[in-house]
């Protein structure tokens, strides 16, 4: 009778532990009333045990490159020209000399271009080039930029940080201000230039007025320059990217656009006679040959980068 006992005893207990589900409070082990061990599971991409006890295969992530990633820039041409002109110009200048070889590899590179066939047969016939911008010249004038170590200011805080230790204000009577496309919170800071421009404009302005009879006007009828762009910081001009009105983007360096340092300045063409046109590119022509200016013509206005007299290293 014991012995039927016991074999009774321990097919119960057999029983009773091979029917263990995790759903059990508590499970019996070795005749012993123990709690019950929790389920795991390994990494995704690896293999775990189902309720039936086969194995099944857990999908692996996603590896990155089949993930949504942020779309690659792709450079136009025109952007491509201007970063090799840069990169190609910025060799020049070493930590010893930043500025003395990247200037005479920059206006040599200028002479060559002006005295391309092309611009040779326009000076021949008289007819003065429409443009005379290029990929190359924005390179070049980003990479002077650059070599003088004038600072890129990013924000309008930075602009109004810096308002009188390095600007002033643009307040020549022989030149007015442009604000029809500047946010009334802005104009004053849109006035500010650095100290050595004020200093070209106002020669550059007193010898124009004073030139004005050669010109066909008198004192007063004679037009007055036109500034209609200064200082704008790096967000300023990358909202005029988004809308198409500029290319010179600053979120790279080779193509920001040198209003951001406050060296540059937008001279309107606006209501200006042919001999007041005349007037202004040889004057403008004569101070880039003594390096005083880099300079374009574009469609509406004259762009001046007007260079510091020696190297800043503000950037």
């Known amino acids: 009778m014991a012995q039927h006992r016991f074999v009774i005893t321990t097919l119960c207990l057999l029983f009773l532990s091979s029917g263990i589900t995790y759903a059990d409070s508590f499970c019996v082990k070795n005749g012993v009333r123990v709690n019950c061990p929790k389920p795991t599971e390994k990494t995704a991409g690896t293999e775990k ?3 039936t006890g086969k194995k099944s295969q857990t999908p692996a992530s996603k590896p990155r490159s089949a993930q949504q990633l942020p779309k690659k820039e792709v450079l136009s041409k025109s952007q491509l020209a201007m970063r090799d ?7 020049y200048s070493t930590s010893e000399d930043p500025t003395t070889r990247v200037l005479d590899f920059v206006y040599a590179e200028l002479e060559k271009r002006e005295a391309s066939l092309f611009d040779m047969l326009l000076k021949k016939l008289n007819i003065p080039r429409p443009n005379r911008g290029s990929a190359i010249h924005h390179g ?3 990479c002077l930029k650059r070599a003088f ?5 990013q924000t309008n805080v930075e602009i109004d940080a810096d308002r009188y230790a390095k600007f002033e204000v643009l307040d020549i009577p022989q030149i007015e201000i ?7 919170g802005r104009r004053s800071i849109h006035r500010l230039v650095r100290p ?7 020669i550059f302005a007193r010898d124009y007025s004073e030139a004005a009879s050669v010109r066909g006007h008198d004192g007063i009828s004679s037009p007055k320059l ?4 200064m200082i704008r910081s790096a967000d300023v001009q990358n909202e005029l990217v988004k809308i198409g009105l500029s290319p010179a983007n600053c979120k790279h360096e080779f193509l920001c656009s040198s209003h951001t340092t406050g060296s540059a300045i937008d001279i309107g063409g606006n209501g200006l006679t042919k001999l007041d046109r005349k007037w202004i590119e040889s004057r403008l022509v004569a101070d880039q040959k003594e390096r005083k200016i880099f300079f374009i013509i574009e469609d509406s206005h004259y762009h001046l980068f007007v260079l510091p007299p020696t190297f800043l290293g503000e950037n």
């Open 49 to 51: 045990k189902t309720d």
């Open 85 to 91: 002109a840069f990169e190609e110009c910025i060799r």
């Open 140 to 142: 070049h004038e980003v």
């Open 149 to 153: 170590g004038i600072k890129i200011y």
């Open 178 to 184: 442009s604000d029809t496309r500047i946010s009334v």
């Open 196 to 202: 050595w421009v004020r200093e070209y404009l106002e």
């Open 226 to 229: 036109r500034a209609t762009s």
